[in-house]
Nanobody
């Protein structure tokens, strides 16, 4: 079992910055890729960024150069630094622990709202 608790969402003006945090607890997190996804009403949840325990990262094209994902394995926390925010970044952001082992489940956090005003 893995528990994920997100924090750091809020309201920000276009061009501003926010930092999301996701504190993870439970199973050995080296067995999981940690990531951030986002979802707006009526749309499918989409990948924002992921990071492996070794630090390899992957970003959606729409956020490359603006967002940065990092991971503190000692604190079992993954961060998403979001700069140069745009109104189209408005969404509920979810933290995900994706298992690297087929017999283990994936886990999602409860989500945190990010609203970017124009």
């Amino acid at each position: 079992q893995v528990q994920l608790v997100e924090s750091g969402g809020g309201l920000v003006q276009a061009g501003g910055s926010l930092r999301l945090s996701c504190a993870a607890s439970g199973r050995i997190l080296s067995l999981y890729v940690l990531g951030w996804y986002r979802q707006t009403p009526g749309k499918q949840r989409e990948l924002v960024a992921t990071i492996t325990s070794g630090g390899s990262t992957n970003y959606a094209d729409s956020v490359k150069g603006r967002f940065s994902i990092s991971r503190d394995n000692a604190k079992n926390t993954v961060y998403l630094q979001m700069n140069s925010l745009k109104p189209e970044d408005t969404a509920v952001y979810y933290c995900k622990a994706e298992s690297l082992v087929i017999t283990l489940n994936d886990y999602w956090g409860q989500g945190t709202q990010v609203t970017v005003s124009s």
